[in-house]
C-alpha cells in the first residue's frame, strides 16, 4: 500500500490537509511555515500527523534553527513513530537537529532509549543561524541513507548509511522541540513530502525460513570465544521475522525469545541473559532468561514460531565435530551449508577459525555442499509384536507418506504411520495383525523423499527385520578374541548368534571380571542392532584399522563400540552381558592357548574351534592360521571343524592327516563319546618305532562326550616329523573299568 504526505503550510493551517495535532496551542501556520510559538519558558512541545511509509520511503523538509543549537535548545523530526505523542515513550526513528556535537544525524528509539545509527559531521551546525534541508531514504530491507543541504545550497551531502529493520511499521510522523526561554519561537520547518510503501504484516515463517547455523555447547577449555554457550539462527527467507514469542527449547527447557527483527541475510546469536556482558561490543546478541542448557555429547534443539510451530530442529552430536581435539571444548560446531537444510551431520564440521567460532557472522566452514542424494534404509526394527520402526540415515518429509508406499513380505496389513519424534529420520508403523516370532519380514519402500525433495535410493530402500525374542545363557558365543593386537591394530571380538532366535543387542555389553564380580561395563549399542541366527559379529573401536590390519575383514559383520576393552596380552576375561545384565556368556583365556608353533603372538587371535564344546575348554581354542592372515574378523573360524558324528562308546581321530602349522587343519582332534561320565584319561602319541613323543591327557577327567587336540608337537616343543602316529586312548573309572582305543594318523607336509 502506498503512502503519501506533502505540506507546506501555504494554506496557513495545519489543522487539515493532513491533520497536525499534539501541543497544538504552540504552534503556529500563520507565516506559512510551522512555526513554534511557545510561551518563554524551558519546556519541550510537538506536533505529528498520521503516516505509514516505511518500505523505499523517502523523507524531506526544511528547518529553520533561529539560534546556534546546544544540548537544550534543539529539534528532533520523526521520520518514523508508533504512537502520536513525540514526548513519550515510543519505537521509531528520527532525525537529530543540533544537539552538543551541533550534528545533523539519524536516531532509533526504542521506549525511551535512544541509539545513534547514522552519526554525521560534528560541527556542522555550528552556525548562530541554522537553515537545512534534509532528505532520508529507506529501502525495504532496512537500508538507510541521510542526506543534508545545510545553507540551501541547492545540493545535498550525503551523511551517512546504515542498516537497520530494528522497527518495521509506522504510524506517525511529526516534529519536537526542545527549548529554553528564550529560544521558544524560533523554531520553523516547512515543505514536508513524505513519500514510500506502508508496512504490510509478512507471511508466517515457513519451515527452515530461519535456522540454526552454530552450536556452542562446550565452550570449556577456552579457546578465544567467552565461555558462553550459545545458538546462532539465521534468517535465509526473502522477509524480515519479529522473533517475539518465538521459542528455543532442548525439549528439557524452553526460552521465550524477546522482540528482534531478523532482516534477511542476518544472523543473531542467543545465550543466557546472565552471559550477554561477555560479547558487549557486538549488537546482534539476544539474551534469553531460560537459555537451554546444551549438552556437550548431543542435545536435540527445536526453533519454534508463536503457537508451537516448529521452524528449525537439530539433533547435534559431538560426533560431529569429525575432530577428537575439538570436541574436547573450546570449538563450536558451524553449518556448512546454509542451503542444505537436510544434511546435518554431514553439513556441521568444527569450527576453523581461530576464535574457536564465528557468533554472528557467516561461519568459518561455510562452503556449497548441496544434497543430491535420496535417503537409505538403514533399519526395520520390531518394537513389538504390532509395531516397526524404520531407521533413516536423514531427515525425511515431514509430510507422511501414504501407506501405499510400504509393502511387508510375507504380507503385513499397516494400520498407521508416523514419525517417532522431531528429528524425522524414523517411522513408526503400526501393523493390524502381530508378527511371528522366529519368522524373517522384507519390507520394501517407494516415494519416500529427504527434506531436500530426493527419492529414496533403489539400492537401499529393502530391509529385512523379525521379532525379536530374549536371549538364554550360551544363545550367544564367544567367537574369536584378539587382545594382543600389534602396535598399529585395535583388540577385538567376535560374537556368533548360534541360537534360532533373532536378537536385539540394544543394551547388551561387553564386561571383564575381576574377583568374581563384574568389573568394567562397556554398552555393546544404545540403538535397535537386529543380531540374526547364525550370524557373526565383530566388536571393535575402529572398523577401518581392524580392516587395514586384517584385509579380509567382513566390514559389513562389524559393529564399532563408543568405549572397548584393552586386554592384558597375558591373561584376561570377557563376559558378554544381555540388556538386563544376564551373563550370556564367559571366557578366560590365556596366551599358552595359542598354537606352540607361534613364535610371537603379537596380532594373532584365537579362535573357538567347535560351538558345541564348552567356552573354557582350553582345547577349544587355537591361533588363527597363517593362511587366514592370524584372525577371520567377520567370518567363519579358520579353526572351525565340521566333527564326526559318533554312535555309541567310540574314539575318532579327524582328520587323520594334518599338517601342522600350516595346514588348514593345522591339528587333529581326538573326538570321544562314552555312555557314562566319570571316566579318567590318559591319551599319549607314539610314533612309527614305538616311542613316545606326546602327552596329549594325562590323568584327565572327562565327560561323556567332547573332542582333545593335538597341534602335531612333540613333548620337548619341537614339531613332530613326516610319517606314521599312533594314538592310545585308554581310559578307566573308579568301578575298576578300564578301555583302551588305538587309532592311526599321519603327520604330512607341504612340498
Same mark, same amino acid.
Given at each position: 500500500? #502506498?503512502?503519501?504526505?506533502?505540506?507546506?503550510?501555504?494554506?496557513?493551517?495545519?489543522?487539515?490537509?493532513?491533520?497536525?495535532?499534539?501541543?497544538?496551542?504552540?504552534?503556529?501556520?500563520? /507565516?506559512?511555515?510551522?512555526?513554534?510559538?511557545?510561551?518563554?519558558?524551558?519546556?519541550?512541545?510537538?506536533?505529528?500527523?498520521?503516516?505509514?511509509?516505511?518500505?523505499?520511503?523517502s523523507w524531506e523538509f526544511f528547518a529553520h534553527l533561529?539560534?546556534?543549537?546546544?544540548? !537544550?535548545?534543539?529539534?528532533?523530526?520523526?521520520?518514523?513513530?508508533?504512537?502520536?505523542?513525540?514526548?513519550?515513550?515510543?519505537?521509531?526513528?528520527?532525525?537529530?537537529?543540533?544537539?552538543?556535537?551541533?550534528?545533523?544525524?539519524?536516531?532509533?528509539?526504542?521506549?525511551?532509549?535512544?541509539?545513534?545509527?547514522?552519526?554525521?559531521?560534528?560541527?556542522?551546525?555550528?552556525?548562530?543561524?541554522?537553515?537545512?534541508?534534509?532528505?532520508?531514504?529507506?529501502?525495504?530491507?532496512?537500508?538507510?541513507?541521510? #542526506?543534508?543541504?545545510?545553507?540551501?545550497?541547492?545540493?545535498?551531502?550525503?551523511?551517512?548509511?546504515?542498516?537497520?529493520?530494528?522497527?518495521?511499521?509506522?504510524?506517525?510522523?511529526?516534529?519536537?522541540?526542545?527549548?529554553?526561554?528564550?529560544?521558544?519561537?524560533?523554531?520553523?520547518?516547512?515543505?514536508?513530502?513524505?513519500?514510500?510503501?506502508?508496512?504490510?504484516?509478512?507471511?508466517?515463517?515457513?519451515?527452515?525460513?530461519?535456522?540454526?547455523?552454530?552450536?556452542?555447547?562446550?565452550?570449556?577449555?577456552?579457546?578465544?570465544?567467552?565461555?558462553?554457550?550459545?545458538?546462532?539462527?539465521?534468517?535465509?527467507?526473502?522477509?524480515?521475522?519479529?522473533?517475539?514469542?518465538?521459542?528455543? =527449547?532442548?525439549? =528439557?527447557?524452553?526460552?521465550?525469545?524477546?522482540?528482534?527483527? &531478523?532482516?534477511p541475510g542476518e544472523y543473531v546469536v542467543l545465550m543466557?541473559?546472565?552471559?550477554?556482558?561477555?560479547?558487549?561490543?557486538?549488537?546482534?546478541?539476544?539474551?534469553?532468561?531460560?537459555?537451554?542448557?546444551?549438552?556437550?555429547?548431543?542435545?536435540?534443539?527445536?526453533?519454534?514460531?508463536?503457537?508451537?510451530?516448529?521452524?528449525?530442529?537439530?539433533?547435534?552430536?559431538?560426533?560431529?565435530?569429525?575432530?577428537?581435539?575439538?570436541?574436547?571444548?573450546?570449538?563450536?560446531?558451524?553449518?556448512?551449508?546454509?542451503?542444505?537444510?537436510?544434511?546435518?551431520?554431514?553439513?556441521?564440521?568444527?569450527?576453523?577459525?581461530?576464535?574457536?567460532?564465528?557468533?554472528?557472522?557467516?561461519?568459518?566452514?561455510?562452503?556449497?555442499?548441496?544434497?543430491? !542424494?535420496?535417503?537409505?534404509?538403514?533399519?526395520?526394527?520390531?518394537? =513389538?509384536?504390532?509395531?516397526?520402526?524404520?531407521?533413516?540415515?536423514?531427515?525425511?518429509?515431514?509430510?507422511?507418506?501414504?501407506?501405499?508406499?510400504?509393502?511387508?513380505?510375507? +504380507?503385513?496389513?499397516?494400520?498407521?504411520?508416523?514419525? /517417532?519424534?522431531?528429528?524425522?529420520?524414523?517411522?513408526?508403523?503400526?501393523?493390524?495383525?502381530?508378527?511371528?516370532?522366529?519368522?524373517?519380514?522384507?519390507?520394501?519402500?517407494?516415494?519416500?523423499?529427504?527434506?531436500?525433495?530426493?527419492?529414496?535410493?533403489?539400492?537401499?530402500?529393502?530391509?529385512?527385520?523379525? &521379532?525379536?525374542?530374549?536371549?538364554?545363557?550360551?544363545?550367544?558365543?564367544?567367537?574369536?578374541?584378539?587382545?594382543?593386537?600389534?602396535?598399529?591394530?585395535?583388540?577385538?571380538?567376535?560374537?556368533?548368534?548360534?541360537?534360532?532366535?533373532?536378537?536385539?543387542?540394544?543394551?547388551?555389553?561387553?564386561?571383564?571380571?575381576?574377583?568374581?564380580?563384574?568389573?568394567?561395563?562397556?554398552?555393546?549399542?544404545?540403538?535397535?542392532?537386529?543380531?540374526?541366527?547364525?550370524?557373526?559379529?565383530?566388536?571393535?573401536?575402529?572398523?577401518?584399522?581392524?580392516?587395514? +590390519?586384517?584385509?579380509?575383514?567382513?566390514?559389513?559383520?562389524?559393529?564399532?563400540?563408543?568405549?572397548?576393552?584393552?586386554?592384558?596380552?597375558?591373561?584376561?576375561?570377557?563376559?558378554?552381558?544381555?540388556?538386563?545384565?544376564?551373563?550370556?556368556?564367559?571366557?578366560?583365556?590365556?596366551?599358552?592357548?595359542?598354537?606352540?608353533?607361534?613364535?610371537? +603372538? +603379537?596380532?594373532?587371535?584365537?579362535?573357538?574351534?567347535?560351538?558345541?564344546?564348552? !567356552?573354557?575348554?582350553?582345547?577349544?581354542?587355537?591361533?588363527?592360521? !597363517?593362511?587366514?592372515?592370524?584372525?577371520?574378523?567377520?567370518?567363519?573360524?579358520?579353526?572351525? /571343524?565340521?566333527?564326526?558324528?559318533?554312535?555309541?562308546?567310540?574314539?575318532?581321530?579327524?582328520?587323520?592327516?594334518?599338517?601342522?602349522?600350516?595346514?588348514?587343519?593345522?591339528?587333529?582332534?581326538?573326538?570321544?563319546?562314552?555312555?557314562?561320565?566319570?571316566?579318567?584319561?590318559?591319551?599319549?602319541?607314539?610314533?612309527?618305532?614305538?616311542?613316545?613323543?606326546?602327552?596329549?591327557?594325562?590323568?584327565?577327567?572327562?565327560?561323556?562326550?567332547? #573332542?582333545?587336540?593335538?597341534?602335531?608337537?612333540?613333548?620337548?616343543?619341537?614339531?613332530?616329523?613326516?610319517?606314521?602316529?599312533?594314538? =592310545?586312548?585308554?581310559?578307566?573309572?573308579?568301578?575298576?573299568?578300564?578301555?583302551?582305543?588305538?587309532?592311526?594318523?599321519?603327520?604330512?607336509?607341504?612340498?
Open positions: 500500500m #502506498f503512502a503519501q504526505l506533502s505540506d507546506n503550510f501555504d494554506d496557513g493551517d495545519f489543522s487539515k490537509n493532513p491533520v497536525w495535532s499534539g501541543q497544538d496551542i504552540k504552534f503556529s501556520a500563520a /507565516t506559512n511555515q510551522l512555526k513554534l510559538q511557545a510561551p518563554a519558558v524551558t519546556e519541550d512541545a510537538y506536533l505529528s500527523t498520521k503516516s505509514a511509509a516505511i518500505n523505499d520511503a533561529g539560534f546556534n543549537p546546544s544540548s !537544550t535548545n534543539y529539534a528532533r523530526v520523526y521520520l518514523v513513530s508508533s504512537q502520536s505523542n513525540l514526548a513519550d515513550t515510543l519505537k521509531g526513528y528520527f532525525v537529530m537537529i543540533g544537539n552538543t556535537t551541533d550534528e545533523i544525524s539519524l536516531y532509533k528509539q526504542s521506549g525511551s532509549t535512544r541509539t545513534k545509527i547514522i552519526d554525521g559531521a560534528d560541527g556542522k551546525l555550528n552556525l548562530p543561524i541554522v537553515d537545512v534541508r534534509i532528505k532520508v531514504t529507506r529501502d525495504a530491507a532496512g537500508n538507510w541513507q541521510l #542526506f543534508s543541504d545545510v545553507g540551501l545550497t541547492g545540493a545535498y551531502t550525503l551523511e551517512g548509511s546504515a542498516t537497520d529493520a530494528t522497527f518495521f511499521s509506522s504510524s506517525y510522523t511529526g516534529v519536537y522541540c526542545n527549548y529554553t526561554a528564550t529560544r521558544s519561537d524560533k523554531f520553523s520547518f516547512d515543505d514536508f513530502v513524505v513519500t514510500g510503501k506502508a508496512y504490510v504484516a509478512p507471511a508466517p515463517p515457513t519451515y527452515k525460513d530461519v535456522i540454526i547455523t552454530e552450536i556452542f555447547a562446550d565452550p570449556t577449555p577456552r579457546v578465544e570465544l567467552p565461555e558462553t554457550e550459545f545458538v546462532e539462527l539465521l534468517n535465509r527467507g526473502t522477509a524480515s521475522f519479529n522473533l517475539s514469542g518465538w521459542t528455543l =527449547s532442548d525439549g =528439557s527447557s524452553t526460552a521465550t525469545i524477546p522482540s528482534y527483527t &531478523l532482516a543466557a541473559t546472565s552471559s550477554v556482558a561477555n560479547y558487549s561490543s557486538q549488537q546482534n546478541v539476544i539474551g534469553l532468561s531460560s537459555f537451554p542448557s546444551l549438552n556437550n555429547a548431543g542435545d536435540v534443539l527445536m526453533l519454534k514460531y508463536r503457537g508451537g510451530i516448529m521452524i528449525d530442529s537439530v539433533q547435534y552430536s559431538d560426533s560431529w565435530y569429525k575432530n577428537d581435539d575439538k570436541k574436547s571444548g573450546g570449538w563450536s560446531l558451524e553449518l556448512i551449508d546454509p542451503n542444505n537444510i537436510c544434511g546435518e551431520e554431514n553439513n556441521w564440521a568444527a569450527s576453523e577459525n581461530k576464535d574457536g567460532g564465528t557468533p554472528g557472522k557467516q561461519n568459518s566452514v561455510y562452503a556449497n555442499k548441496p544434497d543430491l !542424494t535420496g535417503p537409505a534404509l538403514l533399519a526395520a526394527v520390531p518394537v =513389538s509384536d504390532r509395531q516397526l520402526m524404520l531407521q533413516f540415515n536423514e531427515k525425511l518429509l515431514k509430510e507422511i507418506p501414504s501407506i501405499e508406499n510400504f509393502y511387508i513380505a510375507p +504380507e503385513v496389513t499397516i494400520d498407521k504411520i508416523s514419525f /517417532t519424534d522431531q528429528s524425522l529420520r524414523a517411522f513408526n508403523i503400526l501393523l493390524s495383525t502381530p508378527l511371528q516370532e522366529k519368522q524373517l519380514y522384507t519390507i520394501k519402500l517407494k516415494n519416500i523423499y529427504d527434506c531436500n525433495g530426493n527419492n529414496i535410493q533403489t539400492d537401499y530402500s529393502v530391509a529385512s527385520f523379525a &521379532l525379536p525374542q530374549k536371549a538364554d545363557s550360551l544363545d550367544v558365543l564367544i567367537n574369536e578374541i584378539l587382545f594382543n593386537p600389534r602396535p598399529t591394530g585395535e583388540d577385538f571380538l567376535e560374537i556368533v548368534n548360534t541360537s534360532d532366535k533373532y536378537l536385539n543387542l540394544k543394551n547388551w555389553s561387553v564386561a571383564t571380571v575381576k574377583d568374581g564380580a563384574v568389573d568394567k561395563v562397556y554398552t555393546i549399542t544404545n540403538k535397535d542392532f537386529l543380531f540374526q541366527p547364525g550370524a557373526y559379529l565383530v566388536l571393535t573401536k575402529d572398523v577401518d584399522i581392524l580392516a587395514g +590390519e586384517y584385509p579380509q575383514t567382513k566390514t559389513a559383520n562389524v559393529l564399532e563400540m563408543n568405549t572397548f576393552p584393552s586386554w592384558n596380552d597375558d591373561a584376561g576375561n570377557v563376559l558378554i552381558m544381555d540388556d538386563q545384565k544376564n551373563a550370556i556368556d564367559y571366557f578366560a583365556y590365556t596366551k599358552s592357548m595359542h598354537s606352540v608353533f607361534i613364535k610371537d +603372538e +603379537e596380532g594373532v587371535s584365537l579362535e573357538r574351534i567347535a560351538f558345541s564344546e564348552p !567356552t573354557n575348554d582350553s582345547n577349544n581354542w587355537k591361533s588363527a592360521s !597363517t593362511t587366514s592372515g592370524y584372525a577371520t574378523p567377520g567370518f567363519i573360524n579358520s579353526n572351525t /571343524t565340521a566333527g564326526s558324528v559318533l554312535s555309541g562308546e567310540e574314539v575318532v581321530v579327524s582328520p587323520e592327516v594334518f599338517i601342522p602349522a600350516s595346514g588348514t587343519p593345522n591339528f587333529t582332534e581326538i573326538q570321544y563319546k562314552f555312555n557314562q561320565g566319570g571316566y579318567i584319561a590318559n591319551v599319549n602319541v607314539y610314533d612309527a618305532n614305538g616311542l613316545l613323543i606326546k602327552k596329549v591327557a594325562n590323568n584327565e577327567l572327562l565327560g561323556t562326550e567332547g #573332542f582333545l587336540r593335538w597341534d602335531g608337537d612333540r613333548d620337548d616343543g619341537t614339531k613332530a616329523r613326516i610319517g606314521y602316529y599312533l594314538v =592310545s586312548f585308554e581310559v578307566f573309572n573308579a568301578a575298576g573299568v578300564v578301555k583302551t582305543f588305538r587309532k592311526r594318523l599321519a603327520v604330512a607336509a607341504k612340498f
